[in-house]
């Protein structure tokens, strides 16, 4: 009985990834072609949750604990991200460089 869970495990994991992978590939195209600027930045935000999602898989794959921290990481980073990009797309730049001086 436990073959067939650690199977039943292995394949679903599998399948998954393959899953996840060509979402990311159709993601990539959502990136680059648009239409706007909304989209690219929800494709790239989207791509980053798939990216935590594949770290995950691997991870119960290879029974490891070791990509906790890229799964973090890359959490961080996509957040980042989506705020960079916010920012752009609401104010035209990411750092502002006007100092009001009192």
């Known amino acids: 009985m436990e073959d067939l869970l ?3 495990i292995k394949y679903s994991v599998l ?3 393959v899953v996840i992978s060509f979402s990311v590939i159709l993601l990539l195209i959502r990136t680059i072609k648009g239409p706007s ?3 690219r930045a929800i494709a ?3 791509i980053g949750i798939n990216l935590i999602a594949m770290a995950s898989l691997i991870a119960i794959q290879l029974e490891t604990t070791f990509f906790n921290e890229v799964i973090l990481l890359i959490g961080i980073l996509a957040f980042i991200g989506t705020i960079a990009v916010a920012k752009f ?3 035209g730049v990411i750092i502002d460089h006007d100092r009001h001086h009192s």
């Open 6 to 8: 650690f199977t039943l």
């Open 15 to 17: 399948i998954s990834l």
């Open 37 to 39: 600027n909304p989209d």
């Open 44 to 46: 790239l935000d989207s």
């Open 89 to 91: 797309i609401e104010k």
